[in-house]
DNA sequence: CGAATATTTGAGGGCTATCAAACTGGGTGG
DNA sequence: CCACCCAGTTTGATAGCCCTCAAATATTCG
């Protein structure tokens, strides 16, 4: 399932894209690195399962992985997409034990792996290390809050016009665009949504100068966007 | 608004309640603690709001606190509901700037409250601090996304479930029982439910043997529950 | 005991999941 | 070059869930 790349180059270029290592002396990332292994996985593939015991944290350097957590039978629910950049079960550092929810690629994936145990001894010796991941551990549980509130006040439209305006860029005075990085139904999950809402969500905020073709989104004016 | 304490024994009694200074040897939660102040608040009273500038974290030693978030005009969601133990805001140690969501006092409450600076000062002295914040910051990231996925994969009387069934002390072979710490709209708040929503899963749940009176609630079959 | 606060109950409506079916676009193989 | 296929997306119809508002009832606290 999993291919492990070659040491070398071209995979040290690849990791300086974990922002977990972004804020870090070269001393430290170094040491980071040494506890790392790159490897890639296709779409749909899982890298682990809710229960397992959890040996590896991740970085995405290319692609998507979704967590998601199974209840009882067959029904699962989307926690988090995590896009390049961004790193997960880095909370099993200190909270140890099983993975708490699974993970699959939802594309073409490329992940650095870090060795929890070998991160863990790191500690004593690299306070940087432990800062930078309380850092990425507090940024996450900022967005986790951010979702809870927005799953619990939003309606969909109103979800959608956020994301778009959080991610669009400016094109002129009030206007702005945006290419969604992914397939319409990873933005779905990612909001919470069934893709047929986040559809209909699309054709409400029609009327607030939202433009859809494929995954070019065109808003006319961004302040009647805010004010949905 | 708030009422500082004089510092003394009744005040290191109180603070020992507090679950960040749990794990650490005596040497390491004495720096802590001189970093904290004991305070009292009221029930209703705001703490802080959404937007001021982050200068302390807290740790709640009795009473509840409520974390919630505003939208646009007068709606408000409620993120989490801490207990005694529990500690709010720690994340801005390394996220830093405002505070991200409001905190209100749901009683009348005793709170530990440490000066984020102060703290952040101690990180490279003694590493054993930084751990023991990763592990609270790990523990509730887990929590908030738990609390996403349930929220968006259980109907209300599965939330009131799951949450009896997490907070039960078993009687017998299969009954079980328990008394809730608060008052029931504090219970819909945690679930992010109306209370009149909480009050229909109650009575649904009566057909799955679960009865209420009052802040008591008896279980007479923990796995007929398990099944909702 | 009475006032204020919680909780329950009822009626109604909005929102989104679900199921089913039509449609789109790009890529494949003939 | 074109017909076909497939995955992704859109649209329609339906139903379930939970929020809102309003009123009745219970509980708590002074």
Redesign the pocket.
């Given at each position: 399932m999993n291919r492990m790349l070659m040491q070398g180059s071209r995979e040290r270029a690849l990791l300086s894209r974990a922002g977990i290592l972004a804020d870090l002396e070269s001393v430290e990332a170094e040491a980071l690195r040494a506890c790392s292994t790159v490897i890639t996985s296709a779409s749909h593939d899982i890298l682990f399962q809710e229960g397992e015991p959890g040996v590896y944290f991740y970085s995405v350097l290319e692609g998507y992985v979704r967590l998601f957590r199974l209840n009882g039978e067959g029904?699962e629910a989307d926690i988090r997409i995590c896009e390049p950049g961004d790193s997960f079960a880095e909370c099993l550092i200190q909270a140890g034990g099983t993975y708490r929810y699974g993970a699959q690629s939802m594309d073409n994936t490329v992940l650095a792996r870090f060795h929890i145990g070998k991160v863990r001894a790191l500690l004593a010796e690299h306070p940087q290390i432990g800062t930078a991941i309380m850092r990425s551990l507090s940024l996450h549980l900022l967005s986790a809050m951010e979702c809870l509130a927005n799953d619990?006040m939003?309606?969909?439209?109103?979800?959608v016009a956020h994301y778009l305006l959080a991610n669009c860029v400016e094109d002129g005075a009030t206007t702005a665009s945006l290419r969604l990085p992914f397939?319409?139904?990873?933005l779905?999950r990612k909001l919470?949504?069934?893709?047929?809402?986040?559809?209909?969500?699309?054709?409400t905020l029609k009327a607030a100068g939202v433009t859809?073709r494929?995954?070019f989104i065109a808003i006319s004016d961004v302040n009647m966007l805010k004010r949905i």
């Open positions: 029904r619990r939003q309606t969909a439209p109103q979800r397939p319409k139904n990873l779905a919470g949504l069934a893709p047929e809402a986040l559809s209909r969500a699309f054709s859809v494929g995954r």
